[in-house]
């Protein structure tokens, strides 16, 4: 796969978006603004490899590419996605907020300024849709609590001022948990829900679960409605949803990409579990919108100014390759098991090696401390409800608020533990630029299921490690499960190789096909 797109540098991109300082940054940006292209300085932009020729299931980078073109209007983009929410949404409740009528503005602006030889970057007339506990400037984003039901920031958070200035335009907000972190709300729905807005369905069986927190965006992209959106991961909250609804989703590095206008942003004990990464339907966005949305915002601390290296300068053969799909404690179904090695094969075939290896001690270890440590969450949960007057607090953030927390001696030894482990697992992650698993036990399970079988517990969760380790991961779909739902496997790489992370499920993606249409 060529990447998406490529600039003459990251620098030079930054600058052109005025990204150099943090009011520009953040600003609301009630309007795009357009840079004329020069002779001189006109970047080079890659073209797709996306067979789709529907506006509504193309990747966001062919239509970006047709919109340069002059092949597609930025209007008629918008109108197609904003028919597609209009058709699908009443079934599947994945768009919670919209703002059509600015999206409609933003494309005729889009438009004329193409047509006077302006564009605004790389995503210039891409409709995009954004999970709602990211603040967005003029449309209401409640990140699912009671207390924010009509709350309007005045400024974008940095990932979407980000892509608002390369050009994408805002459709509307994707439904959450409320702070991202109370699974359904209320014991026994295990879906991306809140007390606002309800439950959200999965597009390809609506009494299945979309998984969360992002899982109205890995719904509504799948389902054609956006041609990406952005999730945060805290635990798996990008790769699950990407998992359960057949979608492309890439949890970067921790200190890749800000956290800042997140309702729960930077900062804390977790603040290392916590990343912010796009959801897509083809692994060439992935690249795409990360490297667009990467890098310090001078605001979020931990963020480390390495740069975006090129997927595509990846040679495949030599990669090495670790592969395990089962961990002997989550009940993984065959089929999961048959994908995950079947994946390792099609790497086999291309000439690189292929070991079959799994970390045990490490991985247990690292799961067992994350459970012990996540109860001293539940205080901070707490204070954000008072931060934003929540009296209604879901039933799911007072139960995690109500358990036993370590004491302060306790506390200061799992950290310590914490560090150690990943100190271990860097020396075992040292032998390969990939591991391959299994990105959750089991298709999208039902609804109203109570005890979900992908459920966390010690051991079982092959997804939480990774935000522990910090190290980035993807999910790409790779097959199906009897009753016909997605089976996506994970590949995750080295701190800061992405890039090998997203040649080797773009690979992938060429032998499985991907993202499919979903039924709904």
Known sequence: MRPTTLYPSRRDFLSQLGLGSTGALLASLPALTFAKETAAAKPTWLTSTDPS??????????????????????????EAHIRRIEQVNPKINAVVQTCFERARTEAKAADEALVAGRIAGPLHGVPFTIKDSFDTAGVISTGGTVGRANYIPAEDATVVARVRAAGAIL?????????TLAGGGIPGVSTTANIIYGISKNPWDQQRSTAGSSGGAGAIVTAGGASFDIGSDYGGSIRMPAHNNGCCGLKPTFGRVPRTGHIVDYGGIFDSWQETGPITRRVEDLNLITGIIAGPDYKDAAMIPIPWRDPAAVPLKGLRIGFYAENGVADVTPETVAIVKQAAAHFAGLGCPVQEDFPKAIIMELEEIRSRLSPASGPGLLRLAEKWGTKAISPTILSRAKQDMVSTTELVELLEKQDASRSRLLGWMKNYDIIINPAMPKPAQPINLGDQPNARRPGSSFMGTHNTSGYPAAVVPA??????????????????????????????????????????
């Open 479 to 520: 097959g199906k499960s009897p009753e016909g739902l997605p089976i996506g496997v994970q590949l995750i790489g080295q701190p800061w190789m992405e890039d090998k992370v997203l040649a080797a499920a773009a690979y992938l993606e060429t032998k499985t096909g991907g993202w499919q249409k979903p039924p709904v």
């Open 53 to 78: 020729n529907d506006l509504i299931w193309m990747s966001a980078t062919k239509l970006a590419q047709l919109i340069r073109e002059k092949k597609v209007s930025a209007r008629d983009a918008v």
């Open 171 to 179: 459709l509307g907000k994707t439904n959450t948990p409320e702070f």
